[in-house]
């Protein structure tokens, strides 16, 4: 069973709506992470789901085209803007979970987005890379704090990504400049990796990133 989490009806009937029509075992739940309030209504669903919880997956996060710019020109509330979406819905929604598991006495495992914008210097785009990068820091720590017990902490890093929507549009001939693999990967290749790090397939891993990029962090390519 899973458990999909929005703030938006029209999101989850867009995205989980047609897996919930083939029959699979999703729920659907409205909710802000990046308020208390919505963490409780997520926990309280969780709480009443039957089945045993396993893990976690924090695919939140935003990086709009007006937030980049000349690192000068970043305001204060644009800066707290990304920290909010992209690290703190993570840390506290995670927080939420590991506790449950501990309380449990349940092993687990819990991944969170990235982005190779976290990973290294990227022009323009200083206050998402800072959230992103600061993601990585939380997953290595809130790893070593979790080992005793026996719940795993992982994150994955994709680059550029082709669907369900990119910010950047098509642009086959700059893709194949700047990326070794020659294209934007898909986010069911990304979903494969998330898979991995859920499952028992990655026992012996915690405090780990997995880069899905096609390559592109092996080379200079702003």
Known sequence: TVIGVSRRQENL???LGP????GLSVIPVVADVETDAGVATVMQRVRNTKGDLHGLVTVVGAGAPQTWGPSTKVTR???RSLFSQNLESMFFMSQAIAAELKQQGRPGSLV?????TGLGAHPYNIGYGAAKAAVLSVVRTLALEMVASNIRVNAVAPGAMVSPASLLPPNPE???QAIPM???GDVSEVASTVLFLLSDMSSYM???CLTVDGGINLKWSH
């Open 174 to 176: 700059l893709e194949r």
């Open 206 to 208: 915690t405090g780990q």
């Open 112 to 116: 969170a987005i990235s982005s190779i």
């Open 19 to 22: 897996l919930i029509a083939e």
């Open 182 to 184: 020659g294209r934007k």
């Open 13 to 15: 009937d867009q995205h």
């Open 77 to 79: 509330e644009t800066w």
